[in-house]
Protein backbone atom coordinates (compact mmCIF):
# COMPACT_ATOMS: atom_id res chain seq x y z
CA UNK A 1 0.00 0.00 0.00
CA UNK A 2 3.39 2.51 0.10
CA UNK A 3 2.71 2.10 -3.54
CA UNK A 4 -0.86 3.32 -3.58
CA UNK A 5 -0.08 5.97 -1.14
CA UNK A 6 2.56 7.67 -3.13
CA UNK A 7 0.91 6.96 -6.74
CA UNK A 8 -2.55 9.22 -6.05
CA UNK A 9 -0.45 12.44 -6.04
CA UNK A 10 1.53 11.30 -9.06
CA UNK A 11 -1.33 9.66 -11.03
CA UNK A 12 -0.71 13.26 -13.26
CA UNK A 13 2.44 13.00 -14.18
CA UNK A 14 3.02 9.06 -14.82
CA UNK A 15 3.90 9.51 -14.39
CA UNK A 16 6.11 7.70 -12.74
CA UNK A 17 3.50 7.86 -11.64
CA UNK A 18 5.91 9.63 -14.03
CA UNK A 19 5.53 12.01 -11.19
CA UNK A 20 2.29 15.68 -9.48
CA UNK A 21 3.49 20.28 -8.55
CA UNK A 22 2.77 24.27 -8.81
CA UNK A 23 4.72 27.85 -8.71
CA UNK A 24 3.62 29.92 -6.05
CA UNK A 25 0.95 32.41 -7.07
CA UNK A 26 2.52 35.68 -9.67
CA UNK A 27 5.63 33.19 -10.97
CA UNK A 28 6.81 33.77 -14.04
CA UNK A 29 6.97 30.96 -15.98
CA UNK A 30 9.61 32.40 -18.71
CA UNK A 31 11.82 33.53 -15.84
CA UNK A 32 12.41 29.45 -14.90
CA UNK A 33 14.37 27.04 -16.64
CA UNK A 34 12.03 24.18 -17.65
CA UNK A 35 13.07 21.94 -14.80
CA UNK A 36 12.47 24.85 -12.34
CA UNK A 37 9.04 25.31 -13.66
CA UNK A 38 7.94 21.54 -13.71
CA UNK A 39 9.89 20.42 -10.18
CA UNK A 40 8.09 23.42 -8.15
CA UNK A 41 4.66 22.58 -10.05
CA UNK A 42 4.84 18.90 -9.58
CA UNK A 43 6.01 19.44 -5.78
CA UNK A 44 3.01 21.80 -4.81
CA UNK A 45 0.43 19.57 -6.95
CA UNK A 46 1.11 17.20 -4.24
CA UNK A 47 -0.52 19.11 -1.37
CA UNK A 48 -2.69 21.92 -2.85
CA UNK A 49 -6.29 21.02 -3.13
CA UNK A 50 -7.60 20.18 -6.42
CA UNK A 51 -9.14 17.68 -8.04
CA UNK A 52 -8.21 15.67 -11.56
CA UNK A 53 -10.20 13.55 -14.16
CA UNK A 54 -7.80 11.03 -15.61
CA UNK A 55 -8.72 8.77 -18.42
CA UNK A 56 -6.33 5.53 -19.27
CA UNK A 57 -5.84 3.60 -22.50
CA UNK A 58 -3.78 0.00 -21.89
CA UNK A 59 -3.18 -1.90 -25.07
CA UNK A 60 -1.50 -5.54 -25.15
CA UNK A 61 0.35 -7.60 -28.38
CA UNK A 62 0.91 -11.35 -26.65
CA UNK A 63 -0.10 -13.06 -30.07
CA UNK A 64 3.58 -13.95 -30.87
CA UNK A 65 4.01 -15.04 -27.03
CA UNK A 66 4.48 -18.75 -26.18
CA UNK A 67 6.08 -21.68 -23.67
CA UNK A 68 4.82 -18.92 -20.86
CA UNK A 69 4.83 -20.36 -17.38
CA UNK A 70 0.92 -20.87 -15.86
CA UNK A 71 1.20 -18.20 -13.72
CA UNK A 72 2.07 -15.70 -16.32
CA UNK A 73 -0.64 -16.92 -18.98
CA UNK A 74 -2.90 -16.31 -16.32
CA UNK A 75 -2.19 -12.98 -15.71
CA UNK A 76 -1.72 -12.35 -19.63
CA UNK A 77 -5.45 -14.07 -19.58
CA UNK A 78 -7.07 -11.96 -16.53
CA UNK A 79 -5.95 -7.96 -18.64
CA UNK A 80 -6.40 -9.79 -22.23
CA UNK A 81 -5.57 -7.15 -24.80
CA UNK A 82 -5.90 -4.03 -22.26
CA UNK A 83 -8.38 -1.75 -21.94
CA UNK A 84 -9.90 1.77 -21.14
CA UNK A 85 -10.15 3.35 -17.44
CA UNK A 86 -11.70 6.69 -16.18
CA UNK A 87 -10.63 8.23 -13.07
CA UNK A 88 -11.31 10.90 -10.94
CA UNK A 89 -8.79 12.34 -7.74
CA UNK A 90 -10.42 14.42 -4.97
CA UNK A 91 -7.36 16.04 -2.79
CA UNK A 92 -8.08 17.95 0.58
CA UNK A 93 -4.52 17.66 1.46
CA UNK A 94 -1.15 15.57 1.22
CA UNK A 95 -3.03 13.13 4.07
CA UNK A 96 -6.70 13.12 2.30
CA UNK A 97 -7.26 11.95 -0.79
CA UNK A 98 -9.84 9.69 -2.97
CA UNK A 99 -9.64 8.14 -5.79
CA UNK A 100 -11.95 6.19 -8.01
CA UNK A 101 -11.03 4.12 -10.95
CA UNK A 102 -13.99 2.64 -13.03
CA UNK A 103 -13.92 0.47 -16.56
CA UNK A 104 -16.18 -1.53 -17.66
CA UNK A 105 -18.88 -0.83 -15.67
CA UNK A 106 -17.13 -1.49 -12.41
CA UNK A 107 -15.74 0.61 -10.17
CA UNK A 108 -12.79 0.60 -7.64
CA UNK A 109 -12.56 3.19 -4.65
CA UNK A 110 -9.19 4.62 -2.42
CA UNK A 111 -9.24 6.35 0.36
CA UNK A 112 -6.08 7.86 2.38
CA UNK A 113 -7.53 9.69 5.32
CA UNK A 114 -4.95 10.57 8.09
CA UNK A 115 -2.83 7.19 7.59
CA UNK A 116 -5.97 5.40 7.64
CA UNK A 117 -6.91 3.46 4.00
CA UNK A 118 -10.14 2.16 2.85
CA UNK A 119 -11.01 0.22 -0.05
CA UNK A 120 -14.77 0.03 -1.79
CA UNK A 121 -15.63 -2.63 -4.91
CA UNK A 122 -18.31 -1.36 -7.01
CA UNK A 123 -19.76 1.05 -4.86
CA UNK A 124 -19.80 -1.20 -1.92
CA UNK A 125 -19.75 -0.90 1.65
CA UNK A 126 -16.12 -0.06 2.46
CA UNK A 127 -13.09 -1.64 4.61
CA UNK A 128 -10.68 -0.30 6.36
CA UNK A 129 -7.24 -1.54 5.90
CA UNK A 130 -5.55 -3.44 9.16
CA UNK A 131 -2.42 -1.54 8.77
CA UNK A 132 -1.24 2.07 8.88
CA UNK A 133 -0.02 4.32 5.84
CA UNK A 134 3.30 5.20 5.55
CA UNK A 135 3.84 8.39 6.94
CA UNK A 136 5.62 9.98 3.66
CA UNK A 137 3.35 9.72 0.96
CA UNK A 138 4.98 12.44 -1.29
CA UNK A 139 8.14 13.09 -3.30
CA UNK A 140 10.40 14.96 -1.78
CA UNK A 141 11.94 18.25 -3.79
CA UNK A 142 15.36 16.57 -4.59
CA UNK A 143 13.54 13.40 -5.63
CA UNK A 144 11.12 15.22 -8.11
CA UNK A 145 14.12 17.32 -9.16
CA UNK A 146 16.28 14.34 -9.94
CA UNK A 147 13.62 13.28 -11.65
CA UNK A 148 12.48 15.72 -13.60
CA UNK A 149 16.28 16.63 -14.60
CA UNK A 150 16.80 13.15 -15.47
CA UNK A 151 13.69 13.46 -17.88
CA UNK A 152 15.11 16.95 -19.48
CA UNK A 153 11.77 18.51 -20.40
CA UNK A 154 11.90 20.91 -22.91
CA UNK A 155 9.72 24.82 -23.42
CA UNK A 156 7.22 24.24 -26.56
CA UNK A 157 5.75 27.68 -26.00
CA UNK A 158 2.28 29.18 -25.26
CA UNK A 159 -1.22 26.64 -25.35
CA UNK A 160 -4.57 27.15 -24.26
CA UNK A 161 -6.25 25.01 -22.21
CA UNK A 162 -9.53 24.84 -21.70
CA UNK A 163 -9.98 28.43 -21.77
CA UNK A 164 -6.70 28.68 -19.30
CA UNK A 165 -3.31 30.19 -20.47
CA UNK A 166 -0.36 27.90 -19.91
CA UNK A 167 2.74 27.27 -21.23
CA UNK A 168 3.58 23.23 -22.50
CA UNK A 169 6.71 21.38 -21.40
CA UNK A 170 7.76 18.18 -22.83
CA UNK A 171 10.56 15.24 -22.35
CA UNK A 172 11.01 12.07 -24.66
CA UNK A 173 10.80 8.72 -22.96
CA UNK A 174 13.58 6.30 -24.02
CA UNK A 175 14.60 2.92 -22.37
CA UNK A 176 18.12 4.92 -22.07
CA UNK A 177 15.58 7.50 -20.53
CA UNK A 178 14.39 5.08 -18.25
CA UNK A 179 17.91 3.44 -17.41
CA UNK A 180 19.07 6.95 -16.62
CA UNK A 181 16.12 7.62 -14.30
CA UNK A 182 16.50 4.56 -12.26
CA UNK A 183 20.22 5.38 -11.71
CA UNK A 184 19.76 9.31 -10.71
CA UNK A 185 17.07 7.66 -8.44
CA UNK A 186 18.56 4.87 -6.98
CA UNK A 187 20.33 6.87 -4.04
CA UNK A 188 17.04 8.61 -2.81
CA UNK A 189 15.44 6.11 -1.16
CA UNK A 190 12.45 5.91 -3.33
CA UNK A 191 13.18 2.02 -4.42
CA UNK A 192 14.54 2.72 -7.51
CA UNK A 193 18.01 1.35 -6.83
CA UNK A 194 16.55 -1.82 -7.29
CA UNK A 195 14.90 -1.01 -10.68
CA UNK A 196 18.25 -0.01 -12.13
CA UNK A 197 20.28 -3.22 -12.66
CA UNK A 198 16.99 -4.70 -14.16
CA UNK A 199 16.49 -2.05 -16.52
CA UNK A 200 20.17 -2.19 -17.68
CA UNK A 201 19.94 -5.67 -18.09
CA UNK A 202 16.79 -6.08 -20.26
CA UNK A 203 17.11 -2.96 -22.56
CA UNK A 204 19.06 -5.08 -25.19
CA UNK A 205 15.61 -6.76 -25.67
CA UNK A 206 13.70 -3.61 -25.26
CA UNK A 207 12.61 -0.76 -27.97
CA UNK A 208 10.45 1.85 -27.77
CA UNK A 209 9.60 5.02 -26.89
CA UNK A 210 6.77 7.68 -25.38
CA UNK A 211 6.52 10.93 -23.98
CA UNK A 212 5.12 13.46 -21.06
CA UNK A 213 3.50 16.56 -21.34
CA UNK A 214 2.51 18.96 -19.03
CA UNK A 215 1.18 22.26 -19.05
CA UNK A 216 1.10 24.97 -16.78
CA UNK A 217 -0.69 27.79 -15.88
CA UNK A 218 0.98 30.91 -16.73
CA UNK A 219 -0.85 32.78 -13.78
CA UNK A 220 0.54 31.16 -10.94
CA UNK A 221 2.73 27.89 -12.30
CA UNK A 222 -0.04 25.50 -11.16
CA UNK A 223 -0.33 22.36 -12.96
CA UNK A 224 -3.49 22.13 -15.89
CA UNK A 225 -2.87 19.12 -17.83
CA UNK A 226 -0.26 16.11 -17.99
CA UNK A 227 -0.41 13.78 -20.81
CA UNK A 228 1.84 10.53 -20.72
CA UNK A 229 2.00 8.20 -23.94
CA UNK A 230 4.44 5.50 -25.01
CA UNK A 231 4.63 2.27 -26.74
CA UNK A 232 7.42 -0.68 -26.35
CA UNK A 233 8.23 -4.29 -27.69
CA UNK A 234 9.84 -6.68 -25.41
CA UNK A 235 11.96 -9.46 -27.04
CA UNK A 236 10.77 -11.31 -24.82
CA UNK A 237 12.37 -14.99 -26.07
CA UNK A 238 16.28 -13.37 -26.53
CA UNK A 239 15.40 -12.23 -22.85
CA UNK A 240 14.71 -15.51 -21.74
CA UNK A 241 17.63 -17.02 -23.63
CA UNK A 242 20.00 -15.05 -22.21
CA UNK A 243 18.83 -14.88 -18.73
CA UNK A 244 19.19 -19.18 -19.30
CA UNK A 245 23.02 -18.06 -20.31
CA UNK A 246 23.93 -16.19 -17.69
CA UNK A 247 22.76 -18.94 -14.98
CA UNK A 248 24.53 -21.58 -16.83
CA UNK A 249 27.63 -19.41 -16.83
CA UNK A 250 27.05 -19.08 -12.97
CA UNK A 251 26.81 -22.72 -12.28
CA UNK A 252 22.91 -22.57 -11.84
CA UNK A 253 22.11 -25.22 -14.27
CA UNK A 254 21.74 -25.02 -18.34
CA UNK A 255 19.06 -23.74 -20.28
CA UNK A 256 18.59 -27.55 -21.08
CA UNK A 257 17.33 -28.58 -17.56
CA UNK A 258 14.73 -25.48 -17.52
CA UNK A 259 12.56 -27.03 -19.81
CA UNK A 260 11.60 -25.42 -23.36
CA UNK A 261 12.32 -21.49 -22.73
CA UNK A 262 9.30 -18.46 -23.57
CA UNK A 263 9.31 -17.24 -27.13
CA UNK A 264 7.89 -13.96 -29.32
CA UNK A 265 7.28 -10.97 -27.74
CA UNK A 266 5.57 -8.69 -25.84
CA UNK A 267 3.78 -4.93 -27.61
CA UNK A 268 2.49 -2.49 -25.16
CA UNK A 269 1.16 0.64 -25.44
CA UNK A 270 0.11 3.50 -22.84
CA UNK A 271 -1.53 6.58 -22.84
CA UNK A 272 -2.63 8.62 -19.68
CA UNK A 273 -4.47 11.87 -19.31
CA UNK A 274 -4.67 14.46 -16.35
CA UNK A 275 -6.86 17.15 -16.34
CA UNK A 276 -6.91 19.47 -13.22
CA UNK A 277 -9.53 21.48 -11.61
CA UNK A 278 -10.18 23.44 -8.17
CA UNK A 279 -6.74 24.14 -7.84
CA UNK A 280 -6.06 25.90 -4.24
CA UNK A 281 -10.10 25.60 -4.04
CA UNK A 282 -12.14 24.09 -1.67
CA UNK A 283 -11.97 20.20 -1.76
CA UNK A 284 -13.16 17.88 0.93
CA UNK A 285 -12.73 14.14 1.48
CA UNK A 286 -14.70 12.38 3.98
CA UNK A 287 -14.44 9.95 6.38
CA UNK A 288 -15.46 6.18 5.00
CA UNK A 289 -16.85 4.34 7.61
CA UNK A 290 -15.78 0.75 7.34
CA UNK A 291 -18.20 -2.40 7.54
CA UNK A 292 -14.86 -4.84 8.29
CA UNK A 293 -11.35 -4.95 8.05
CA UNK A 294 -9.07 -5.93 5.45
CA UNK A 295 -6.05 -7.97 6.21
CA UNK A 296 -2.32 -7.21 5.31
CA UNK A 297 -1.79 -5.02 2.85
CA UNK A 298 0.23 -7.66 0.98
CA UNK A 299 -3.06 -9.74 0.57
CA UNK A 300 -5.22 -6.59 -0.54
CA UNK A 301 -2.87 -5.38 -3.47
CA UNK A 302 -3.04 -8.78 -4.57
CA UNK A 303 -6.59 -9.19 -4.65
CA UNK A 304 -6.79 -5.24 -6.23
CA UNK A 305 -4.48 -6.70 -8.60
CA UNK A 306 -6.75 -9.17 -9.68
CA UNK A 307 -9.64 -7.29 -9.95
CA UNK A 308 -7.82 -4.79 -11.92
CA UNK A 309 -6.74 -7.53 -14.40
CA UNK A 310 -10.57 -9.30 -14.65
CA UNK A 311 -12.27 -5.41 -15.61
CA UNK A 312 -9.38 -4.88 -17.84
CA UNK A 313 -9.80 -8.13 -19.92
CA UNK A 314 -13.85 -7.67 -19.63
CA UNK A 315 -13.52 -4.11 -21.57
Not at 35 to 64: E, F, K, N
Not at 282 to 291: E, N, W
Amino acid sequence: MAGYRRLLPVLAVAAAAAVASGCGPGAILTSESPDQAVSAALQSAQTTPLRMSLTGDLGLDTASLGNLPASIQTALGQVGNGGSATGQLAQESSARRQLTASAAGHSLTLVDYDGHGYVSQDGGAFAELSEALPSSPVASPSQLSTAVAALSFQDQGPATVDGVSTEKYSAAITVSTLEKLAQDLGGSGSGSSELAPVLAMLSPYVTGSGSVDLWLSTTDGSLVRAALTGSLTVDVGAAASALAGLGSSAGLGSSAGLGSLPTGSLGVTLSLDADVSDYGGPVTVTKPTATSTLPAMGGVMGGMSQWMGSFLGSS
